[in-house]
C-alpha cells in the first residue's frame, strides 16, 4: 500500500502499519519504560529537546496554519498532560503510540485502517473547505493548510488524521485488529533524534 507525502520539503512521515489483536492488556516492556519517563517528564525539558519540540511546531507552519494555542501538535498536549501527573492510561496500543509521542517529542497520528476503505494514502495541507468531526460530541477542526492525512479509494481523497486530532470514525478502540500510525518529523532537523530511531522502537514495542 502506497503513501505518498507532497510536503516533505517541510515534514517526514514515518508510517507504521500493525496487526494489534495479540498485544497483551499489561504490556511489561512499555511499561518498564514509561513509568520512568513520566517521572523525567514532570521537570523541564533539556535544551536540546525543547529545540526539537519548536523545530515539530514550526513545521507545520505551512500558509496560513498557525501551531498556537488549540492548534499544537497533539505531543505538547501530551508533554503538559505528563508535567501535570495526568498522562493518559486508555489501551495497549493506544499507550505505545503516547509513550513514542512523549518520549521523542513528536506528533504522532493512529488509526484503525479497517474503519475506511483506502488504496493508497496522501499527506498533504488542508484546503480552506476540508474539515472532519474528531470526537463523540460531533465537533469539527478545519483542516485549511494543516498537513493532514487522506485515505484514497478510486479517487476519492477523505481527510482522517493530522498532527492536532484524528477523526472520530477512524480512531482505535477495543475492537481494533489492525493500525496505522504517522509519525511527523521535521524534514531539515540532522540532530538526534532520529526518525529511524522513533520508528525501530515503535515497531519494538508492538511486536513484543
Not at 68 to 83: F, H, I, V, W
Not at 184 to 195: D, V
Amino acid at each position: 500500500m502506497s503513501v505518498e507525502n507532497l510536503v516533505s520539503d517541510r515534514i517526514k512521515i514515518g508510517i507504521v502499519s500493525a496487526g494489534v489483536d495479540q498485544l497483551p492488556s499489561v504490556h511489561t516492556l512499555l511499561e518498564s519504560r514509561l513509568e520512568p519517563l513520566l517521572e523525567t517528564r514532570k521537570t523541564a525539558l533539556t535544551v536540546r529537546e525543547d529545540d526539537f519540540r519548536k523545530a515539530c511546531r514550526d513545521m507545520m507552519r505551512i500558509g496560513n496554519y498557525k501551531p498556537t494555542g488549540r492548534g499544537k501538535p497533539a505531543s505538547e498536549y501530551l508533554l503538559k498532560t505528563a508535567a501535570d501527573g495526568r498522562f493518559p492510561r486508555i489501551n495497549t496500543v493506544v499507550d505505545i503510540n503516547n509513550y513514542i509521542s512523549l518520549k521523542y517529542l513528536v506528533p504522532i497520528s493512529l488509526w484503525d485502517t479497517d474503519k475506511i476503505e483506502a488504496g493508497s494514502w496522501l499527506f498533504r495541507t488542508g484546503k480552506e473547505t476540508e474539515s472532519f468531526v474528531f470526537n463523540a460530541s460531533g465537533q469539527t477542526i478545519g483542516l485549511h493548510d494543516l498537513i493532514t492525512g487522506f485515505a484514497v479509494q478510486n479517487g476519492k481523497e477523505t481527510p482522517i488524521v493530522t498532527p492536532i486530532k484524528d477523526c472520530q470514525k477512524t480512531k482505535t478502540d477495543v475492537s481494533t485488529t489492525k493500525i496505522m500510525a504517522a509519525v511527523y518529523y521535521p524534514a531539515h532537523w540532522h540532530e538526534t533524534p532520529r526518525l529511524n530511531t522513533i520508528l525501530d522502537e515503535f515497531n519494538e514495542l508492538l511486536l513484543n
